[in-house]
Structures are given as C-alpha cells and as structure tokens.
C-alpha cells in the first residue's frame, strides 16, 4: 500500500512503481501519475494539496475523511507493506495505525526533520521498519536514533534525462542551451528566463504576479529577452490569466507546458535564468544548470508560526543541499519586485554571478548520489514486503 500526498511524491512514487511493475500488486493514496504507473488509486490525494498550518485547518474536515479511509484500507487489505512517500503530517499518524495493526512500514523521501521537529525521529524510530533517504546528511540522524536507514540517491537523478544533468561548477555553454530550445516556440530568442511559480494553486495565486512585475522591470533594457511561465499540466489554465494579461499589455511572455517531464525539464534547462517557488522545482532547476533566484509566500499566520519553529539557514532545497545560501532568496515582506529584478538582472548579465552560484552549488549537487534511484528502491521494498513471509 502506498501513500504520497504531493505533486512531487506522486512523480517519484510513480517511478518506483514502474520499477515494481509485475512483481507487487500495488494500491493505496496518490495521484495521477501514480495511477498511470499502475497503482490501485483508491483516492486521489495528491490533487488536494495545500500547504501550511492555516491551510490544513481550512481543510481540515476532508483530510479526516481521507485518513479514515486510509485506516480502512489497512485493516481490510493488510499489505505485505505500507510504503508512505514524505508527507509527514498526514502520513506519520499513519504509521502509527500501521504499526499497531502489525503491517510493517518502510519511508521513502525523509520529513525535514533538519529543518523542524527533530524530535519526531525518536517516534519514527518506534514506528518505522525502515527509512529510505534521499539527502546524505540525512542519514546520520536516523542511525543515531537507531533507525534502520539506506541513502538510495535523489529520485531526481533518474527523472532529469541524462544529457540534461548538470552538476559541474563551469557554465553550461551557449551551444547547449541552444540546443535545449530546439522544438519550443522561443528557439530563435537570443535569452529566455523561466517563471516557475509552484503547482500548487495558492503558489501560483501569490507568486506569478510577483514574477510577473519583476519580469516586467527585468525587460526595461533587455529588448532580447523573453519569459516563459512553465505550467504544470495538471494545473487548470484559470491560475494562469494573470500572465496572459501581462503579454496583452506588451510583456513578452507565454505559459508553456508539456505533458512530457523530459520536454519540460528540455525547456528548462535552455533558460538562461529562471524564478523559481521554493521546493523540489529549486534542486531541479540546479540539477539543469540553470541560475535561479528562489521565492516563496506562505500564510501570514503560517509563516509566523514557522519562523518560532524552523531551524534551518535557507528555505530553498538547492541550498539547503548546498550547506548554505547560494542562490538568492525572497519570502514573504522581503518579495519586492525592484530589490527581485536586481538580483535577476544580474544573473542574466553577469557570467561571473552565474559562474559563482554554479560553483557554490556544485559540491551539494555531486553529494546526492548516482542515477538508478527508483530502482534501489524497488529492491528495498520487495526485501522489506518479503519479512512478513518469511515471518
């Protein structure tokens, strides 16, 4: 049984699933492209994410019903193994259901417990038969606490296609940038800079008309340059009306998205710069070689709450990888388009700055392992599923 929650744990659950194909019966919680994998999707949660302390309550009466059903689930199905794909608010309350009901449980992509409430790995050490991580400093946490824990790599090194992959310190050169745009409307620009602004709809809703102004006083000057706002496909084209009235009012700018991950990842990785909403989108985006400038907007309640609670030197995973800040960070008070267009602009000038955020990220980069990710996942799952059998 497999539960994920998010847009990128749906992704990256999904590629365990085809790697499991024919060889597990899958079913459980998660998303669309889950389901094309092959799993049983038994609720669609992952199109019902919201983030946020604020946001939860307001939904508040739907997650219940959710983590009722998922109890049923494990009750009447009793898997071989519950496999939950990060999402700990909704998922560590699982395990504990899990565990009392005598289904072993095996996590995929760790909690930030880096970040905030470390002290959830003495319960995750009670619960868990198994923690499988993505980050390498991840791992010591989980072994102090006596946690069985394998680094299986980042799921993004096999989701990038490989001529794409980027974690050396030089600059991507001129030619192979070109080469990205091969295929997409804007192959002629001589620069294109990338909006990427969450795929969630409150992400969206606060940060492309954030993006949008400053894309606006990035353009004074630059008559070469062009914007590309990237639309996840599943995000309805409603969230997007803002950028289509920035491009009737003459910004040179259009929403693209392509069902194709590696047409999408293809179409950035040919950004000379892009804007990006923190999250998995800012690794991705570093993995390109592409420069970026990371912004975020929580709840104002939210984001006041999180402040008491996170122990963390930066909000983007690029950095956070990287051990400290590298690329430049705005949140909340601090997203101020003019102080945002001046960092952006000098990404897009500058090759010194591009060279320098390369380098300052490429140590992070190299340290998340080697591609074959879902696969080693796989294998950990088949192993853990068979104990019980074995029992």
């Known amino acids: ?23 597990a019966e899958c079913f459980g919680f998660g998303g669309p492209a889950m389901a094309a994998a092959g799993l049983r999707l038994d609720l669609d949660l ?27 689930l494990l009750k009447d199905e009793r898997p071989d193994l519950l496999v939950l794909v990060d999402y700990p608010g909704f998922n560590l309350r699982l395990a504990k259901r899990a565990r009392a009901l005598g289904v072993p449980v095996a996590y995929y992509i760790s909690p930030q417990v880096w970040a905030w409430k470390r002290g959830r790995v003495r319960t995750m050490a009670r619960v868990l038969r198994k923690m499988l991580v993505t980050f390498p400093f991840e791992k010591p946490i989980y072994d102090a606490a006596g946690l069985d824990c394998a680094q299986v790599g980042n799921p993004l090194l096999d989701a990038i296609p490989p001529k794409l992959l980027h ?29 990427l602004p969450g795929s969630r709809e409150q992400e969206v809703a606060w940060l492309l008309p954030v993006m949008l102004e400053t894309a606006a006083l990035v353009a004074r000057g630059r008559e070469d340059l062009r914007f590309v706002v990237v639309k996840p496909p599943a995000a309805p ?16 700018v259009e929403v693209f998205e392509d069902a194709s991950p590696a047409r999408a990842y293809a179409a950035r990785a040919g950004f000379d710069a892009a804007l990006v909403a923190s999250g998995t989108a800012t690794l991705e985006t570093a993995l390109l070689g592409t420069p970026q400038c990371i912004l975020y907007r929580l709840n104002p309640l939210t984001y006041a709450i999180g402040r008491r609670l996170v122990k963390i030197h930066s909000i983007g995973l690029a950095n956070v990888v990287a051990g400290r800040r590298v690329a430049p960070e705005f ?9 945002i267009a001046g960092a952006f602009g000098r990404l897009l000038d500058d090759p010194a700055e591009r060279r320098a955020q390369r380098e300052g990220l490429a140590a992070g980069l190299m340290s998340l392992g080697k591609p074959g990710v879902a696969r080693r996942v796989s294998e950990e799952l088949l192993t853990l599923a068979g104990e019980r059998h074995a029992a």
Not at 50 to 61: D, K, Q, S, T, Y
Not at 174 to 193: C, E, H, I
Not at 331 to 339: H, I, R, T
């Open 237 to 252: 084209e409603s969230w997007y009306a803002p950028a289509r009235d920035a491009a009737r009012a003459g910004l040179k």
């Open 167 to 195: 974690r050396g310190a030089s600059d991507p050169t001129p030619a192979r940038r070109k080469a990205a745009r091969q295929g997409f409307p804007w192959r002629n620009a001589r620069r294109v800079a990338g909006l």
């Open 46 to 72: 992952a199109s019902r994410s919201v983030i946020g302390f604020v946001e939860v309550l307001r939904h508040l009466g739907y997650f219940r019903r959710a983590f009722a059903q998922a109890e049923r």
């Open 331 to 339: 949140l909340q008070e601090g997203l101020v388009p003019a102080d």
């Open 1 to 23: 049984m497999f539960v994920a929650g998010e847009t990128s744990g749906d992704h990256h659950a999904a590629a365990v699933l085809r790697a499991l194909k024919g060889r």
